[in-house]
């Protein structure tokens, strides 16, 4: 009689140990889910911050032509932390997709097998969920440490990258003061008026060629001591032709005495 209640407080002490070995598997699956999930999103940040830094680049090459010391120092800075920062992609990218053989709980039909009592079955089950649980609980302390680091390392590229920034916007305001002089010194020249220059035998221009030419001095011969007298002339008569006669005219007819008849 007394061996019934411990077998059956033996079995009630073991289902309450399966279920919280079971838990504490759980638990340990959501903490791997929520790093792995952290990973990911720790991996498209740093390609978002690459693919900036790659457009940043073209504006380094830009700027930099006034000051190739600067352009060659925000080159390697710049460099330097995107190739880093690929290193740790390629971590997170390991930690959020990537996954690793871990202990799990039996197949049903390999328990089945095992199967005697309750007591023993319960005993089975919860020993399967503990030991998984263990290597669970590994893992996901692995990956928050791994996880942790990845981002720590890459806040400190971003550093890097804020310097870059900084250079590029130096390089910038430099080349655009060099620039400001030469483009005063351009439109002075443009706006200056320019004095043309004439050729030899070139034609005068509009303001001379506006100024009445000087008459030429006269000749001493043609100087008078008055201007002369003004006269008043008749038109022409008409010339009349003589050609035309009223009568044909006189026959004459010349002879001894010449006398006309």
């Not at 030429?216 to 038109?235: C, D, H, K, M, N």
Request: aromatic share 4%; charged share 15%; glycine share 10%.
């Amino acid at each position: 009689m007394g061996t019934e209640p411990q077998a059956a407080a033996d079995t009630q002490a073991v289902a309450v140990w399966a279920q919280y070995s079971k838990e504490r598997y759980d638990a340990a699956e959501r903490r791997i889910a929520d790093f792995r999930g952290w990973a990911r999103q720790l991996a498209a940040a740093i390609a978002v911050v690459v693919g900036l830094e790659a457009a940043l680049l073209g504006q380094v090459g830009k700027a930099g032509e006034s000051s190739p010391r600067a352009l060659a120092l925000c080159s390697v800075v710049l460099l330097g932390a995107v190739a880093w920062q690929l290193v740790l992609l390629g971590k997170a990218v390991r930690s959020g997709y990537v996954g690793c053989g871990l202990l799990g709980p039996e197949r049903p039909a390999v328990v089945a097998d095992h199967v005697t009592t309750e007591l023993e079955t319960r005993r089975i089950i919860g020993a399967y969920y503990a030991k998984g649980a263990d290597q669970s609980h590994e893992l996901a302390e692995s990956l928050v440490g791994g996880v942790a680091g990845i981002a720590r390392r890459f806040t400190a590229t971003l550093w890097l990258v804020f310097a870059a920034m900084v250079l590029t916007a130096a390089m910038h305001g430099v080349s655009s003061l060099a620039r400001k002089p030469m483009s005063n010194s351009s439109n002075s020249s443009e706006t200056a008026p320019s004095q043309p220059v004439a050729a030899p035998g070139a034609a005068m221009p509009a303001a001379d060629a506006a100024k009445p030419a000087a008459s030429p001095a006269p000749s001493p011969f043609l100087v008078t001591p008055t201007p002369g007298q003004t006269e008043t002339r008749a038109a022409e008569p008409p010339v009349v032709k003589l050609t035309a006669t009223p009568t044909a005219g006189q026959k004459i007819t010349e002879g001894g005495g010449g006398k006309a008849k």
